[in-house]
Each structure stands twice: as structure tokens, then as C-alpha cells.
């Protein structure tokens, strides 16, 4: 006669292996979009970095340049910008393999919290990259041309440095503009209220320009463009979720007066 606990423990650990399994396909099918992607668009490398370094190429002075201090970087770093931009094209498809993954352990309404959820903050980060490409950059380049010009030195970058500049910007304001996401989201699991959002606001607004300092560049210009965003997402976030709050309760009031 079969111990019920051992058995027990034997269908725990098949069901942890084939969790991991499934992780593990899950992954792979990931990496494999990721890699698609990347081996379709790797023929135009060059044409891709020279697309993102177009914002410090138009703001450079006559003798400035891009310079390549590394033995291999000329090609090493438009591979890396190519599977960046591989892997953002490839975001739905990863997100969509994390979704599978754990959709099966959520409730019915966690699920349609979560499509809404991922779709937005997915688009959200394009546009803070988009943001950080056509305002921030031209904009922090320019002036830093301009400082550089009394100096007399040639203000030549190396590309590595550059790529490492802009991943840097690109993520800040990717995650600049996920702050309306955090709001909602702490306002609707009951962490904080709008209430208590607006209360913190004047420590918000002082974070905001704590972090503009640390992340941008030393001039009040590159400070301004990223601080201004993010309380200006910040008060996005608290009006979305007081509609959202709003619209909850409605929903709540009609299901308690309701006939039964």
C-alpha cells in the first residue's frame, strides 16, 4: 500500500519539473523571436546606428565626430544596437511568452487587468524612448556643444560611449513614462489613495528633480526635460486613477443594490 504522503510529494515535484519545462520553452521561444528579428535587420547594422546617432551628428560642430577607441568596436557596437532594437520589436512576442507562463495561477480577474496592463506599459516605454529621441537628445547634445565650444577642444565621442549614453536616457524615460502604470497600480491594490498621492506630491516633484540630477547631465536644460515629464506623468497618473477609482465604485454600489 502506497504512502499518501509520499505520493503526494512525488506529484509535488512532477508538477515543479514540469513548471520548469514549460519555463524553459517559454524562454527559448522568447530568445528565438528575439534572434529572428535580429538576424532580419543585422544586414542594415550600420544604416541602424547611423540612424541612432543622428541626433549627435546633426548637433556636433564642424570638427566633431564619432571615433572608435576600441579594436573592434566599429563592429561590436551596431551589433549591439541591432539586437537592442530586435529585442523592442520583439517585446510583444517575450511578453506574450511571460503572460502564458503565468496566466494559468491567476484569477479570472487579474487576467483582464493584465493585457490592458502589459499593452499600456509597452507603449508607454516606446514613447519614452521615442521622447528621449526627438526632444532630449538634440536638445542635450546642442547645449553641450555649446559648452564645449569656448574650450576649443574637438568634441569627438567614442562610439561605445555614446551607445552606453543613449541606453541609459532611453531607459530612464522609458521608465519615466511608467509612472501613470505605478500609480494606478498602487492606487488600485489599495497601497495608497488619490488622496495620499496628492499629499506626497511636493516630495514627488523634489524625487523628480533628484533623479533628473543623477540621471542627466549637469545643466538645468537636460534636468528640466526629464523632472518636467515626470510630474507632469505623475498628475496623468493620479487623474487616471481617480477615474478608475471612480468608475470601481460605481460598479460596486450597483452590484450591492442590486436585486438579488
Not at 551596431?78 to 529585442?87: R, S
Not at 497600480?185 to 528633480?209: D, E, N, S
Amino acid at each position: 500500500m502506497s504512502d499518501p504522503q509520499q505520493t503526494q510529494t512525488e506529484g509535488n515535484e512532477e508538477t515543479f519539473i514540469s513548471h520548469l519545462v514549460e519555463l524553459r520553452d517559454r524562454i527559448m521561444r522568447a530568445g528565438i523571436a528575439v534572434i529572428v528579428v535580429f538576424l532580419g535587420l543585422v544586414y542594415w547594422a550600420p544604416d541602424i546606428f547611423k540612424l541612432l546617432a543622428r541626433p549627435l551628428m546633426m548637433n556636433l560642430p564642424k570638427d566633431g565626430k564619432l571615433i572608435v577607441t576600441d579594436v573592434t568596436g566599429s563592429f561590436f557596437v551596431p551589433m549591439k544596437v541591432t539586437m537592442m532594437v530586435a529585442f523592442v520589436i520583439a517585446l510583444p512576442i517575450v511578453l506574450y511568452q511571460i503572460w502564458a507562463f503565468v496566466a494559468p495561477g491567476l484569477y479570472q480577474h487579474e487576467k483582464k487587468l493584465v493585457v490592458p496592463l502589459v499593452g499600456s506599459s509597452y507603449i508607454l516605454f516606446l514613447c519614452g524612448m521615442a521622447f528621449a529621441y526627438f526632444v532630449v537628445f538634440p536638445t542635450i547634445f546642442r547645449v553641450m556643444a555649446h559648452y564645449n565650444a569656448p574650450l576649443g577642444a574637438a568634441m569627438n565621442t567614442d562610439i561605445d560611449n555614446y551607445l552606453s549614453f543613449v541606453l541609459t536616457m532611453f531607459i530612464a524615460f522609458g521608465v519615466t513614462f511608467e509612472v501613470p502604470i505605478v500609480v494606478v497600480l498602487l492606487v488600485r491594490m489599495g497601497i495608497l489613495t488619490v488622496k495620499k498621492l496628492r499629499q506626497i506630491r511636493p516630495y514627488v516633484v523634489v524625487g523628480a528633480f533628484v533623479v533628473s540630477a543623477v540621471v542627466t547631465p549637469p545643466d538645468v536644460f537636460s534636468q528640466l526635460i526629464l523632472a518636467v515629464p515626470l510630474i507632469v506623468l505623475y498628475e496623468a497618473g493620479i487623474i487616471a486613477a481617480r477615474l478608475i477609482v471612480g468608475k470601481q465604485k460605481e460598479v460596486a454600489d450597483e452590484e450591492e443594490h442590486a436585486p438579488s
